[in-house]
């Protein structure tokens, strides 16, 4: 004789709601990831040159700014070297209408003595008539040689770009520019004030209250030198990180505020980006090809 099986309709319930549960509970953690990682649409100029994305903080001051560029493969640069631009937008109605945070590599920068080197350096330059500043102009106080790079306007794998901005308030006091390599060797570092002391800069002395405004939005461009200069790199990759202490949405368009485009250009492509909002974005960067965009 066959034996009888015994099921028990509870049990079949609750492992049918257990199982419908879970499932549930990761169409849920899907969509939530999803939703997380939904990526900014790109500028109608594309993720080039000197088109990047805007960060933004809904029209208020971006706080604990820092900006980090990290070469995760040498950059072979033509005779120009490369910027790294900080451009920053002001409040609508600032008296600063453009604020510009850079560091760079010059392979084969002149000095005074006549001799030729590669640097590294950083200034700042705002656009605030009638009080305009360049701590970059003749004679920059802020470069320093490198010494023991790979090969001829090479920069090497692991060398980073720091730019961490100084608060009054909410209003930018200074900036913090470091430039460092992988094995500590090359290490330099620079605090520039807004505004700047004049010594040792350029220019005459101009009152904090003339030229001190928050940021309110970015982009981070990897470009030429300066004066329109073209960049053409031969070979580079990296990534760039970006961290405030408040979170920050990416946005394609310049939003309400203040500020422009550079002028400067290279052959650099910048990865696509969640739309956010995080305190935290990593972004990649590399060489597009021979020919600038």
Request: aromatic share 8%; glycine share 10%; proline share 11%.
């Amino acid at each position: 004789m066959q034996k009888s099986r015994h099921v028990n309709p509870g049990l079949i319930c609750r492992a049918g709601l257990s199982a419908g549960a879970l499932l549930l509970g990761s169409a849920l953690v899907a969509a939530n990831l999803t939703v997380a990682q939904e990526m900014a649409p790109p500028p109608g100029a594309g993720l080039k040159s000197n088109h990047n994305y805007y960060l933004y903080n809904d029209g208020k001051p971006i706080p604990g700014l820092v900006v980090t560029v990290e070469l995760t493969q040498a950059v072979v640069c033509d005779d120009v070297g490369f910027h790294v631009q900080l451009n920053a937008n002001s409040p609508v109605g600032s008296p600063v209408h453009w604020q510009q945070y850079v560091m760079g590599f010059h392979p084969d920068y002149k000095a005074g003595s006549g001799s030729v080197e590669p640097v590294v350096g950083a200034s700042i330059e705002y656009f605030a008539k009638p009080n305009s500043f360049n701590t970059g102009a003749k004679n920059p106080p802020n470069i320093a040689p490198v010494h023991g790079l790979p090969g001829p306007r090479t920069l090497p794998a692991g060398a980073k770009f720091v730019i961490a901005m100084q608060y009054d308030g909410d209003d930018i006091s200074g900036a913090e520019f470091t430039y460092v390599q992988r094995d500590g060797k090359e290490r330099h570092s620079w605090t520039i004030p807004v505004p700047p002391p004049s010594p040792p800069y350029p220019g005459p002395a101009i009152a904090k209250s003339a030229v001190r405004t928050p940021i309110v939005a970015f982009q981070l461009d990897i470009v030429g030198r300066n004066s329109g200069d073209t960049a053409v790199m031969q070979s580079g990759e990296g990534k760039i990180v970006y961290t405030s202490s408040a979170p920050m949405t990416v946005v394609a368009k310049r939003p309400p505020s203040q500020g422009e485009i550079t002028a400067e250009k290279a052959n650099s492509a910048y990865g696509e980006l969640p739309v956010g909002p995080s305190q935290t974005f990593t972004q990649t960067f590399t060489v597009a090809n021979a020919t600038a965009n």
